[in-house]
């Protein structure tokens, strides 16, 4: 099992910026990629950035390019995801995802980001 402890959400205004952290602890070996996933009532979650272990290769979808920007520290287990830049329609509730495959994936408890215009 892993488990995955995020923090950082809050209020901010538009332009401004937040930093989310994603501490990972527990049976973390094999883990091929964290990310960061975003959902809004009545919306399907979608992922807004990911980081492979190997590489730390990032991806982005195309709403949060250029103003996000997704890291890690393997030493510590801990994924980030920098925000600037922020828009109202950045509000979500974001949550933190391990994967070790597509049917071997642990979600966190999520982290309420809301933007204010």
């Known amino acids: 099992q892993v488990q995955l402890r995020e923090s950082g959400g809050g209020l901010v205004q538009a332009g401004g910026s937040l930093r989310l952290s994603c501490a990972a602890s527990?049976?973390?070996?094999?883990?091929?990629?964290m990310g960061w996933y975003r959902q809004t009532p009545g919306k399907q979650r979608e992922v807004v950035a990911t980081?492979?272990?190997?590489?730390?290769?990032?991806t982005y979808t195309d709403s949060v390019k250029g103003r996000f920007t997704i890291s890690r520290d393997n030493a510590k287990n801990t994924v980030y995801l920098q925000m600037n830049s922020l828009k109202p329609e950045d509000t979500a509730v974001y949550y933190c995802?391990?994967?070790?495959?597509?049917?071997?994936?642990?979600w966190g408890q999520g982290t309420q980001v809301t933007v204010s215009s």
């Open positions: 995802n391990a994967l070790r495959t597509a049917v071997d994936n642990y």
């Open positions: 527990g049976f973390v070996a094999g883990i091929n990629a």
């Open positions: 980081i492979t272990t190997l590489g730390s290769i990032p």
